[in-house]
DNA sequence: GGAAATTTTGACCAGTTGGAAAAATGTTAG
DNA sequence: CTAACATTTTTCCAACTGGTCAAAATTTCC
């Protein structure tokens, strides 16, 4: 239901303070690290590893949550659970590397020479996708946002960056030819980012507010036929429509 | 720049589990609690614990804060906050409720009797000022909300609910009048919150991405540009805009 | 000034947390 | 079967956590 392997990027070098005793000898028999090819059940036990852990960093943050917790919802020990990922840490960076990447797949698709609101559109529905299919992810990216993402600051200044700066000229060029309102392209990405992430952050609000009535996966079809609406009828290159106040 | 003191709003009868030991003495000598009509002196430290509080549990949640990093932030002694506050909970409820209040005040001040565009332009603005004056604020309740607002579920599902409903029967009207584009009045209130919360919730990517040359207080400025327009003109009663692919 | 009340501090505690060590238990290839 | 390896469990620990308590320092009030 959210698997998915992904392609973890690492952070070189970290080097985070040290505190610990633990340092020198890591190549001791404990953990499997140590150059081997990685057997498959290693890696299916790692994967149940981050399911667990995705669930909980999802809900309570990365201070929030304890190896224990992972490790009940893992079905497996402490100790057993510290054999495949030798610290809390390195499960949290894991699904932070994994997650990055999925999250800004729809915004890497965003095709300059199709029509803009059709790209646009498809923009909007994949984000609202991925925020029906993997709220945890959402979550997790924004529990490491409210924190001011002390992990991932390089990451969304450079490559995020890069990226929008990107998107956001192709809008540029969009909004020169006439073919898509002339607004800030930031803030519009942004805005996008925000009201689709929104149903996965804010679900439980959302849920609530809907009434126990309204709030089977519906809520989706309606929210992204709103939105539709909105960004197409807001986006649509014209002077002006109402002036009153 | 950010102070501004707000009134609190008790929840008289939430009633939590109590699990730990201390329960009956609650008249002794230490907590200044009792009846008293409690000084000058004592709001102000109050006041500077849960200013304090703001800053640690809007960027680590509940369970990531600890008393102490509070304590160190309002400059005083672990036990001297706890002679003011009896636990860690007491705290964080009371700035959940004094936020509640605060946060929907825009809402309820949303006026039937205006006009609806002046109307949706002036919340808009009001919650961007909101997410700018008080990002600490917005920062908690949203941990709290991917938290799954374990604290504060009634007060959503019913006073929030309430409020929301009775506002999305203004909107409808005002459809119905064809003063304002027929869509869904909830994902409409849903969209306002998500993008100028996003400003708050968000801030650190906001930064990243506009880059170190804009990100003054101007974003903002720009933001309620951007969303000015994309709200005027998507909810603007008109039938059709564009009909590609 | 001094007794009473309030506020602050220092020492302490039991439970939790991240993690280490090593022994115990598989698993597998020769 | 058994040596080499991989996995799991048991035991343990030091630091941190929320919180207590009595004594000390300070303020308040007569």
Redesign the interface.
Known sequence: MSGKKLKAVEHPPVSARRQHKADAKAAATHPPSRQRPLTRIQKEKQDIILEAALDVF????????TIDQIAEVAGMSKPNLLYYFPRKEEIHRRLIAALLDTWLAPLRDFDENG?P??EI?SYIRRKLEMARDFPRES?LF??E?????PRI?EM??ID??AL?DEKAKILLTWMDQGRL?R??P???I??I???T???A??????R????KGRNGEGRFE??A???E????????P?PR??G??
């Open positions: 999802s809900m309570h943050g990365f201070r929030g949550s029509d609101f059709t559109r979550r924004a529990n946002m409210l924190q001011g993402a600051t969304i200044e995020l960056k929008v309102a607004t800030d930031y803030h519009l942004f805005s980012w925000a009201t992430q929104h149903y952050d804010f679900d439980v609000q959302v609530a507010v809907l009434g309606d929210a036929r709103y939105l609406q909105l960004f197409m009828h807001g986006l649509s014209k429509v109402n009153s106040a």
